[in-house]
């Protein structure tokens, strides 16, 4: 089966960590945006500086190296036409629209089309702050259980950019079903043409072997039930020649 590849457009989208306390946190981010596709990676004030050396970067090790370090949200988001901040809503009173998951990809992915996408996440301790919101046109939340609705960042990272490039993949396989369809009627087609230039005769039909002659055979029968022997051998050479 042939893979998919996801479209070169999401190379508009930008993963923002802000004020990440854990370096682990940030390779392990890095590691999941090269698994599907994303590779720009911006880090706002790190608490630790050497965030580059993180070996939770399994495989991804040149996408840490490339990330931007910026010392505020308005530096990393700058160039960027849609700036979404990520939730887990609990009991905080929010000003912007939230979107699921979900529907919230299915945007994304238009707006990735003809500009740039930043998806900003919060410290692990804090979230984003209201500053950082101040910055987000909306907001997405990932669907959890109610009653536990933390979640680690390397792992919310995981899961939005896959449900990003799960879309972009969807519309990609769509895109060749017309294609395949037409293969395939051109196969059907071959094969039609195929049967009525042959006969089933003519392909299933097996000539049988030519019959031994009768002084073989019986040659033959009198070798299986006796050993051999030169004047025996010579007889039956006689009769097969015709002698």
């Known amino acids: 089966m042939e893979k998919l590849s996801y479209p070169p457009n999401l190379q508009n989208l930008r993963i923002v960590l802000v004020r990440t306390r854990n370096p682990l946190n940030i390779g392990a981010a890095a590691r999941a945006m090269s698994n599907f596709g994303a590779f720009h990676l911006g880090v706002v004030t790190p608490y630790e500086k050497a965030f580059r050396e993180a070996v939770s970067a399994v495989g991804a090790a040149p996408l840490l190296a490339k990330a931007e370090e910026h010392d505020s949200v308005e530096e990393a988001v700058r160039d960027c036409s849609l700036v979404i901040g990520t939730t887990a809503i609990g009991h905080r009173e929010l000003q912007h629209e939230v979107h699921s998951l979900e529907a919230a990809a299915k945007q994304l992915r238009k707006k990735l089309e003809t500009g740039r996408v930043a998806i900003l996440f919060g410290s692990e301790k804090t979230g984003l702050s209201n500053h950082d919101l101040s910055h987000c046109h909306w907001l997405l939340r990932i669907p959890t259980r109610e009653d536990h609705r933390s979640m680690n960042l390397a792992q919310a990272v995981a899961i939005v950019v896959y449900e ?48 031994p002659k009768k002084n073989s055979v019986a040659c033959f029968a009198a070798s299986s039930s006796a050993p051999a022997t030169p004047k025996s051998s010579s007889a039956c050479f006689a009769k097969s020649s015709g002698g």
């Open 164 to 211: 990003i490039s799960r879309t972009a993949a969807k519309l990609t396989a769509k895109s060749r079903l017309p294609r395949a369809a037409a293969d395939m009627e051109t196969v059907i087609e071959s094969t039609r043409h195929f049967s009525k230039l042959s006969t089933p005769a003519a392909i299933f039909t097996v000539a049988p072997p030519p019959r």
